[in-house]
């Protein structure tokens, strides 16, 4: 099995708004657009395959709802919270939203091949 096998997952599990996992990758369906970032949130290492797209095409990560631009990877939105607290932490945030943008996610393109979509490159 190649590496590019291994980057895929059935079309059917990544309806619109979906994120699912593709090996290193988190996967989005941004109502019809494929794109895959690296997995890992900037904040606290959550998993971005377990997040969602917002309604403004946004990655949103499960823990503390920072919102990642699918396109250039960037933070867009600090994290609501740290650790266990789910709750405005406002020189926190500026802090993990520079990183953020300093080191953005690693975005990749997914497309669709027969039943499946795959992370290109």
């Avoid at 619109?16 to 606290?44: E, I, K």
């Avoid at 960037?74 to 520079?98: C, D, K, N, Q, S």
Wanted: hydrophobic share 35%; aromatic share 4%.
């Amino acid at each position: 099995m190649t590496s590019r096998e291994q980057h895929r997952i059935p079309a059917a599990d990544l309806p619109p708004g979906a994120v699912r996992r593709a090996g290193p990758w988190a996967v989005a369906n941004r109502d019809g657009d494929l794109v895959a970032t690296s997995r890992r949130c900037r904040h606290q290492l959550a998993d971005l395959s377990e997040g969602t797209v917002d309604a403004d095409g946004c990655l949103v990560c499960p823990w503390h709802q920072a919102r990642y631009d699918l396109d250039s990877g960037a933070m867009v939105e600090g994290p609501r919270g740290f650790l266990g607290w789910h709750g405005p932490t406002p020189g926190y945030t500026g802090l993990i939203r520079l990183l953020g943008k300093v080191l953005p996610l690693r975005v990749r393109r997914a497309v669709r091949r027969g039943d499946d979509v795959v992370v290109e490159g």
